[in-house]
């Protein structure tokens, strides 16, 4: 970006910005802007706020700040319906009127369905006016909470999974950016939900990570984001790149919004056969019950320094996270230092997963395109061939489809490569995290991504900082599978420890 776009982009923020009004809805003090679920609920009870106010305040914020920040793809046509259908159960006292996300929106990115007057496309014109069969397993679980759908968030295109094209850019959608810093990037591919939330453009925000697609947007747009255990959460209705490590999870501002929201899309799908090995890890009683501010007292967290925190000697990195290291200690964590995951290397270098996901790419898109009721493509040939054909609308010229092309070429997932990533799993992260009695393994930014996507573990990414003009970063706590209460345990001490989420500044 040029200096004259950064001065131009700074004036129309400026002006949207000053126009942009005041944070409590009119004729109330309530301030919505940076507001928890908590909050909502309170202001409810007390008759301070109407969920179709909250509603149309976010409308108002979309009009106005999404022009720049690109981070919602469509906003629901029915939302106001949906918001006035919980006023009303609200008032008639309905049973979980006031808890839960009964009448809170709720930003849904763009590769999870709903069967409503919305799109579901991935970000591609390719899907676009094609008819998904049902709601995605979380939508349901959503709306039958009584949360409101509030509507489409951007994202990297077929979730950063195309070719080369930059993070957080769709063609429906254009280039999202970072509210914080408008030319640092925002990473994808869950990129809207984080722009979104972080510029309280919603209540909350879902997205789906393969590797690393929640952690890292969640890292650059200082937001908290889970990354569930696979299965935790139903992929059912989510436009896959792979059964064996996607997962659909909460980003939003709070550990404690992420919690409630965890709460509400967990459990068992009949449509999604991972989920019924992975619900005997839900908690009797929900995941709220550990978001507990002495979290930390006893926690065994493991640090492994090599390749995470080789930061340079006085570096704003080094500084920042051996000051964390103090908190957790103050919190009463044990850290465990200097730690090694013995087959790291190969876990970054030779490891089979890109080619393990690209054949489970093909069959896996194949499948859920022949499902939808209708669709311009049935095959991932056929998006092939729609971008050559569209290539000025998707950018092909620029971005290409190099790994679509790929994934085509292959014949069927090699079980001596899913075997092998299997084996990396087993005798690196589990045998450390088993071996040093270890609650979670704590590492800066989104970088132990690969290490827990190709296992199906959890992680919780939590705002660390800010660096250089104003860009966030995160920190995050991994862990074994299931082991989300103590990670929630974990991640909700630090954040009430350091308090560091601010809202965006919005710099050039």
């Known amino acids: ?76 046509p029915d939302a106001l319906l949906q918001a006035d259908k919980a006023d009303y159960e609200r ?62 968030a951007s994202m990297s295109e077929w979730a950063g999974y195309r070719g080369n094209c930059p993070p957080g850019w769709s063609a429906r959608a254009g280039q999202g950016q970072n509210p914080y810093v408008l030319s640092a990037t925002p990473c994808g591919s869950s990129s809207g939900s984080a722009i979104s939330v972080a510029a309280n453009l919603a209540a909350v925000t879902l997205g789906t990570e393969t590797d690393g697609s929640i952690l ?31 997962s659909v999870g909460p980003i939003c501002r709070t550990v404690s919004d992420a919690v409630e929201v965890l709460d509400v899309i967990v459990g068992f799908d009949h449509r999604d056969e991972a989920t019924r090995t992975a619900s005997k890890y839900i908690p009797k009683g929900g995941y709220k019950q550990f978001l507990k501010a002495n979290g930390l007292k006893g926690k065994r967290l493991g640090i492994v320094r090599n390749p995470f925190f080789m930061f340079d000697n006085g570096s704003v990195f080094s ?43 093909k069959i896996f898109l194949n499948a859920y395109l022949k499902e939808l009721v209708a669709s311009p493509v049935r095959t991932l040939s056929d998006v092939i061939a729609f971008n050559n054909k569209f ?33 990396l799993s087993q005798n690196g992260f589990v045998k450390l995290m088993k071996e040093q009695k270890l609650d979670a393994l704590v590492t800066p930014g989104s970088d132990i991504s690969s290490v827990l996507a190709i296992g199906g573990f959890p992680g919780i990414s939590v705002p660390a900082g800010y660096y250089s003009k104003g860009i966030p970063f995160g920190i995050c706590f991994g862990g074994l599978k299931g082991s989300e209460p103590k990670l929630i345990e974990i991640a909700y001490s630090f954040e009430q420890a350091t308090k560091i989420r601010k809202p965006p500044s919005f710099k050039p």
């Open 1 to 76: 970006m040029s200096i004259h776009s950064y001065v131009s982009t700074l004036f129309l923020l400026l002006l949207v910005l000053l126009l942009s009004g005041t944070n409590a809805v009119k004729g109330h003090a309530f301030p919505i802007k940076e507001a928890t679920v908590h909050d909502f609920h309170m202001a409810f009870k007390q008759n301070k706020l109407t969920s179709r106010q909250l509603v149309e305040f976010y409308l108002g914020e979309i009009r106005k700040l999404n022009p720049i920040l690109r981070g919602v793809i469509e906003v629901n």
């Open 91 to 152: 008032s008639a006292k309905l049973a979980g009127s006031l808890m839960g996300l009964h009448g809170i929106p709720v930003l849904l990115k763009d590769n999870i369905a709903t069967k409503d007057k919305m799109n579901t496309t991935a970000g591609s014109f390719a899907l676009l006016k094609s008819v998904v069969p049902r709601d995605a397993g979380v939508v349901r679980r959503l709306r039958k909470d009584g949360a409101i759908i509030l509507g489409k």
């Open 216 to 246: 890292c947007p969640s890292h650059f747009n200082s937001v908290v984001g889970i990354k569930p255990t696979l299965g935790l959460t139903s992929r059912a209705g989510v436009v896959p790149i792979s059964p064996r490590q996607d």
């Open 319 to 361: 500084q920042v996270f051996e000051h964390h290291f103090h908190t957790l200690r103050q919190g009463g964590a044990i850290l465990v230092d200097n730690l090694e995951i013995a087959n790291i290397d190969v876990i970054f270098g030779s490891s089979g997963e890109e080619e393990a996901l690209e054949a489970e790419f």
């Open 391 to 423: 290539s000025h609308l998707e950018k092909i010229k620029e971005y290409g489809q190099e790994i679509f092309l790929q994934a085509e070429a292959t014949n069927g997932i090699n079980k001596k490569t899913l075997l092998k990533l299997a084996r």
